[in-house]
């Protein structure tokens, strides 16, 4: 399978102890799917996702940003000692003021919150590699997030890493015939050199 890499990036791939990330693989996007069908109650996706999505998403959407001079997204694989555990990385890139929001989902077996020190060691390593990312290598300003209000653990991971709360967006989603509120967190590289 061919190997992609983003061209604004001075490495293919980038690790913290034990993790790594590198452009997503096509090889990897069925267990994607999968997992992403699987938690969907987490996701802004709407509707269970074929196969054939995620390959017209792949060719359409993340293979083209590999060669784009400023991607609206830059995605990656997510492994740990080299076996796949989930993807994620920068979305709704602003290349003229600075910022993207941070995507993150791990193998549905990691996400359970029962195993809350698994999760946070996942989560921890994969924002300081994104961070890393988009602080050092691209000369981003700020990262962001937005997180369903059911998700306490996620969000506690999110603020031991340097993500401060800017907000709630009352009723922002409706799942399962609920409303749910949206919480807004935001990381600031001034701050990250500072507290980092």
């Not at 083209?64 to 740990?80: R, T, W």
């Not at 990385?89 to 359970?112: F, K, P, Q």
């Not at 698994?118 to 390593?125: G, L, P, Q």
């Not at 993500?163 to 399962?176: A, D, T, Y």
Request: charged content about 30%; glycine content about 6%; proline content about 2%.
């Amino acid at each position: 399978m061919a190997d992609f890499s983003y061209s604004q990036l001075s490495l293919k791939e980038f690790h913290d102890d034990g993790y790594s990330v590198r452009a997503l693989r096509l090889e990897d996007i069925l267990d994607i799917k999968q997992w992403r069908n699987e938690q969907m109650a987490v996701l802004r996706q709407k509707t269970v996702l074929t196969d054939e999505d995620q390959r017209r998403y792949y060719r359409q959407v993340i293979a083209p940003s590999f060669e784009q001079e400023y991607p609206g997204l830059m995605l990656f694989s997510y492994f740990l000692e080299g076996r796949l555990i989930g993807y994620g990385g920068l979305t709704n890139l602003d290349w003229d003021h600075r910022r993207a929001e941070i995507s993150y989902l791990v193998e549905t077996a990691r996400s359970h919150e029962k195993d809350a020190g698994r999760y946070e060691e996942d989560f921890s390593h994969f924002l300081r590699l994104m961070k890393r990312i988009a602080f050092e290598e691209l000369a981003l300003n700020r990262l962001f997030t937005e997180t369903f209000d059911i998700r306490p653990l996620h969000v506690s991971i999110l603020e031991k890493n340097g993500f401060k709360p800017e907000g709630r967006l009352n009723q922002h989603v409706r799942l399962n015939g609920s409303y749910l509120d949206s919480l807004v967190h935001g990381c600031l590289k001034e701050f990250e050199h500072v507290e980092g």
